[in-house]
């Protein structure tokens, strides 16, 4: 088992699930290739809202085996519950909020870190994704990178990173100008393809509230 560490954590990743037993394994796997290749420091919280299905044995695995995989449980109630269960208990500086079946790209997790390095006074930063049906890229490319993202890409989640903060007012920052962003016309309310600085969240009190669907586009806009 990996060793708990008293460094500082760098981002905490928060992962609701309901009877997602089919579609862990790819997340975890990914989530282990990245642990391995980066030096950065990070916790994984899986948040089981009530599955009745092998989930909560499957997790039970994974906590038992690395240290940074954390484990809550929760009678059914909805992903945003899970997902403010899981934000209470990170401990990083930036958070990320992923859905079972979401996968990153390998390096943008990376390169999300890294333009948070480049732009300190940024709270948001996200990249662009890739909609999939059926196991299927869609085509569609959406989020911040669009145009520099193939409609192709093997996973739902990945691109190239932007970065948001107070400098910018509010706005998204494109790494080659960032003045050129039009938030309101780009700005979708998903959150899985955006990394979030843990204070701002504090700071304001921000939460999901909790609804059956589209918890995530209240939360995304209040961020702003």
């Known amino acids: ?34 642990m391995r290749e980066n ?43 899970a997902r403010n269960a899981g934000l209470a ?23 999300m870190l890294s333009t948070l390095e480049s732009f300190p006074e940024a709270d948001i930063c996200e990249c662009a994704c890739v909609e999939f049906a059926d196991g299927t890229p869609s085509g569609t490319v959406l989020g911040a990178s669009r145009g ?28 080659h100008d960032p003045r050129r962003f039009d938030i309101f016309s780009r700005w979708r309310g998903w959150t899985g393809y955006r990394f979030y600085r843990k204070s701002l969240l504090d700071a304001h009190g921000l939460r999901f509230p909790s609804l059956p669907v589209a918890e995530d586009m209240p939360f995304a806009f209040a961020a702003l």
Not at 22 to 30: A, K, N, R, T
Not at 89 to 111: H, M, N, Q, R, T
Not at 150 to 172: E, K, Q, V, W
């Open 1 to 34: 088992m990996q060793q708990k560490t008293e460094s500082k954590m760098d981002i905490s990743v928060i992962v609701p699930l309901y009877n997602e037993e089919e579609s862990i394994g790819e997340l975890y796997d990914w989530i282990q290739r990245v």
């Open 39 to 81: 030096a950065f420091i990070y916790e994984v919280i899986f948040v089981n809202d009530g599955s009745t299905d092998g989930s909560p044995e499957i997790l039970a695995k994974y906590s038992q085996n690395d240290a940074r995989i954390e484990v809550l449980t929760q009678p059914h109630r909805n992903a945003a519950v």
């Open 89 to 111: 208990a990170a401990k990083g500086e930036f958070v990320s909020f992923l859905d079972a079946d979401d996968i990153y790209l390998p390096g943008c997790f990376e390169s």
């Open 148 to 175: 520099n993202t193939r409609p192709d890409t093997p996973r739902r989640l990945g691109g190239n990173a932007s970065a948001t903060g107070r400098t910018h007012g509010g706005g998204l920052a494109e790494l």
